[in-house]
């Protein structure tokens, strides 16, 4: 199981983190950045996947591609904007993380529009 993989290597991480917190605060983020990123580059192969399912899914059911391309960029935003931020608030500057979380929000809220206009279109050709 991957996970197991992914809970050692963080463990190991956070031991080396902890180790060189104190003594060399610089090597400890370097440690920090490189083990999130690590650990983020050993799940990506799983997105091929998760976007064939999708995709099946989509066809499936006859929902245009279009607005399941708008929800998958909306939860990847969502998803690299929290890693981002969990990152600066470990550096430190927690200031950037929040400000990275606000862009995504309006982001998010940019790429819902076209899906909220479809909804309402929906809604009035029912009435």
Known sequence: MEIIQIVAFALSALFLYLIFKDRRSDIALLISATAGVLILLLVIGQLSEIIYFIKNISSKTNIDIVYIGVVVKILAIAYLATFCS????DAGASSIGS???FSAKILILALAV???????DS?????
């Open 114 to 120: 076209p899906i909220l206009m479809a909804v309402l």
């Open 99 to 101: 400000k990275v979380e």
């Open 86 to 89: 969990e990152i600066c608030k």
């Open 123 to 127: 809604i009035l050709q029912i009435l």
